[in-house]
């Protein structure tokens, strides 16, 4: 192959990639979170101590959203539970945030933080008193 056949398909297959990346369908990137998330869990569960973990670790998508500009299309949040509660029924549970390369048609993992998790107790899921006529 010739020299300036090279220089003319190099860019032509590079612009090819670029819109393919770009003309995803959210169930392909959705396809893609799930696969992180469930990646995610696998790796979580196989670090703690069989002893430590619940009966079925899981994983909540609490939030996701879908941006027009930017280098980023997408935002996701998931909460993973996996430890049993301590005496109170006191928790931990981490929080991962993950956003979508536009460009590179990849997820990336930005926030990795642990949460203690308390139990809600009557009054403070409002249910005290009140009422009116």
């Given at each position: ?20 990346s ?23 569960v196989?670090?703690m ?14 939030s996701?959203?879908?941006?027009d500009e930017?280098?980023?299309s ?16 006191v928790?931990?549970k ?5 956003r979508?390369?536009?460009r590179?048609?990849m997820?990336?993992?930005?926030h ?10 009557d ?5 005290g ?5």
């Open positions: 192959m010739s020299t300036a056949k090279k220089y003319i398909l190099l860019p032509l297959c590079a612009a090819l990639l670029l819109f393919a770009c003309d995803e369908s959210d169930s392909v990137i959705r396809g893609k979170l799930d696969v992180i998330l469930a990646d995610d869990l696998a790796a979580i196989d670090s101590a069989a002893s430590a973990l619940i009966e079925k670790p899981y994983y909540e998508l609490i996701y959203k879908e941006y930017g280098a980023y997408r935002m996701a949040v998931a909460d993973f539970f996996f430890l049993k509660p301590l005496t109170g029924g928790t931990k981490i929080r991962r945030k993950y979508y390369h536009r590179l048609g997820w990336d993992r930005y990795n933080m642990y949460y203690t998790v308390v139990p809600e107790t009054s403070a899921k409002g249910g008193g009140g009422g009116g006529k």
